[in-house]
């Protein structure tokens, strides 16, 4: 079981409005989150979870805590505005980390960024030296802006896990596919062994085991069936 204490940083930009993730980029954003939350309080429950939002002035909006309602309750009430400050929301998170309690846990920084990073290569490279120095890794969800992000974040990942690293991820999501779904089969939410930290087997519809979480399950049950209903109103 790893001891471990995880900053979650959300893009809450302007481009959180658009509906190519349903119903927006933000509310899949917030499905995606609460998973993240779940998951790492459930493989240990001495695990922390901070929550920080990433534009118009990056905000920590809740520290480390294992109490995830307290979490998804800061989360929901977050609305789009600004531009997104990747190196600045990171920097937060690395210093929200220092001042965790547990000076045992490891360090952990989860990003979601679904618009464009202004930040150039070479700010990027030089933050993840200064990461990896620290022993913090970071995972990176890459979401609605693929395409000018990619290359970017896939340098800052590399240069994290070095040549033999394997602690840091970045997946990258294609329009389409649900933002949790993708999170769920990715290696973000894999344990040291490759199987998934306290959401039970993939066997199981969301890959939870209802009996184990009934309140997760049921969750991501009605998340799919608004995501459902909202694509058959727009008759996609």
């Known amino acids: 079981m790893v001891l471990e204490s995880t900053m979650v940083c959300v893009d809450n930009s302007e481009y959180m409005r658009n509906g190519d993730f349903l119903p927006t980029r933000l509310q899949a954003q917030q499905d995606a989150v609460n998973i993240v939350c779940h998951s790492k309080t459930r493989s240990n429950p001495e ?12 905000e920590v909006l809740t520290t480390l805590t294992p109490d995830t309602g307290r979490i998804l309750s800061k989360l929901h009430a977050v609305q789009p505005r600004g531009k997104i400050s990747f190196c600045t929301g ?92 993708a999170l769920l089969s990715s290696p973000i939410l894999a344990g040291e062994g490759g199987s998934m930290m306290g959401l039970g087997a993939s066997d199981f519809e969301f890959g939870v085991d209802p009996s184990a979480d009934p309140e997760l399950a049921l969750a991501l049950r009605v998340s799919m069936e608004e995501q459902r209903t909202e694509a058959g109103r727009r008759g996609t």
């Open 90 to 181: 990171i920097r937060v998170a690395h210093l929200a980390l220092k001042h965790r309690q547990g000076k045992n846990h490891k360090m952990r920084i989860i990003a979601f960024v679904g618009s464009p990073v202004e930040d150039n290569e070479k700010d990027l490279v030089k933050l993840a030296k200064r990461l990896k120095k620290e022993k913090v890794n970071v995972d990176i969800i890459n979401f609605g802006e693929e395409e000018v992000n990619t290359e970017k974040l896939t340098a800052f990942i590399n240069t994290l896990n070095g040549k033999e690293g394997t602690g840091s991820h970045l997946v990258t999501v294609p329009p389409g596919p649900s933002l949790a779904d």
């Open 47 to 58: 695990n922390n979870v901070g929550l920080i939002t990433m534009a118009n002035n990056c």
